[in-house]
């Protein structure tokens, strides 16, 4: 008798843990409603390939104007540049610079790095913030300020654009009207 007891009451456990069981997996296996977008998205994404695929091009103007770049700064080393700034009241200084001035914002290292990181049950790789070359992070903030070497004295000179003022880089000096005025701002006399 108690063998029939023990019986039932296991019967009756088990199919319990059974309603139980597949209750929870019909519960995991509706789609959440971040993969209902994630899938609507993806879809609408083939549809929309499908309907209107990229056109391809027979010539680029862009890939043009990049190699020009290159021909002009990546052939010569110290080729000068000439960097007019213009202020606030229209007022313009110029610097004659060797090579390129660089903004704050280019590294000669990637800015991020990959690293192994504990994520507490599972272990991953993380994308971090590498350390630039001076052993300091940066955000890639203070986009706005520009530095360079002074052509002839090899000074260090730096400024910002933005907040009303702004500047524009020629490879070779420039006798506009707006120009005619400039005042270096280095050492650097532009000589006619």
């Known amino acids: 008798m108690r063998s029939r007891l023990t019986h039932r009451i296991l019967a009756a456990l088990a199919v319990v843990f059974l309603a139980v069981g597949l209750t929870a997996c019909e519960e995991e296996s509706k789609p959440s409603s971040r993969s209902k977008e994630n899938k609507a998205r993806n ?3 083939d549809e929309l390939v499908a309907k209107q695929p990229a056109a391809k091009l027979d010539y680029s103007p ?8 290159i ?12 960097v007019y700034i213009q202020n606030a009241d229209g007022q313009y200084g110029y610097y004659v ?4 001035p660089v903004t704050y ?9 990959k690293t192994r990181g504990d994520l507490g049950q599972y ?36 400024w910002s654009v933005g907040a009303n003022q702004s500047y524009f880089l020629y490879s070779e000096p ?10 270096p701002l280095g050492k650097t006399k532009i000589k006619n």
């Open 43 to 45: 879809s609408n994404y």
């Open 62 to 69: 862009t890939r043009e104007t990049k190699n020009f770049w």
């Open 71 to 82: 021909k002009t700064w990546g052939k010569q080393a110290n080729k000068l540049s000439y």
């Open 97 to 100: 610079l060797k090579g390129l």
């Open 105 to 113: 914002c280019v590294s000669l290292l990637p800015p991020e790095t």
């Open 123 to 158: 272990d991953g790789d993380l994308i971090v913030q590498g350390p630039s070359m001076d052993g300091t992070y940066s955000s890639q903030s203070n986009c706005t300020s520009y530095y360079g070497e002074d052509a002839e004295s090899g000074a260090y000179v730096e």
């Open 174 to 183: 420039m006798d506009l009207p707006q120009f005619k005025d400039a005042v």
